[in-house]
């Protein structure tokens, strides 16, 4: 393997592993031998040339999204469907109140009438 790191820092900074990503894509070297290389699972390198191929497509694009765009648009859209939720839980909360409080109306009824009834027979 040509990646000349020093094994025994553990810290992977972007510059290590862009170094890395390119030689695995040069195969120069496979995730298996980075992986034994390195001490790294093959799954978080694999994830690296996962992002290196992604980033490397958004910037191929006739009109890449910056990072901060993607994630700003990720954030408003989650805050939209929280939103959507939240007013829907608050509506369903109402309803269920309506509905108990007609339930205790209807039930203080009978409960009257059933009184009423009674003192009757006596």
Do not use: H
């Not at 890449?64 to 989650?78: A, F, H, S, T």
């Amino acid at each position: 393997m040509s990646v000349t790191m020093d094994d025994s820092i553990k810290r992977w900074m972007a510059k290590r592993k862009t170094a890395l990503v390119i030689e695995i894509m040069q195969g120069k070297t496979t995730v298996a031998e980075a992986s034994r290389s390195f001490d790294l699972s093959p799954s978080e390198i694999e994830g690296w040339v996962d992002d290196a191929k992604r980033g490397m497509e958004n910037s191929l694009r006739a009109n890449p999204l910056d990072i901060r765009e993607q994630y700003e648009k990720q954030l408003k859209d989650l805050q939209e469907a929280y939103g959507e939720a939240m007013l829907e839980l608050r509506a369903r909360k109402k309803f269920q109140a309506l509905l108990d409080a007609q339930d205790d109306k209807c039930s203080r009824a009978s409960i009257r009438a059933f009184s009423l009834r009674a003192s009757r027979c006596r």
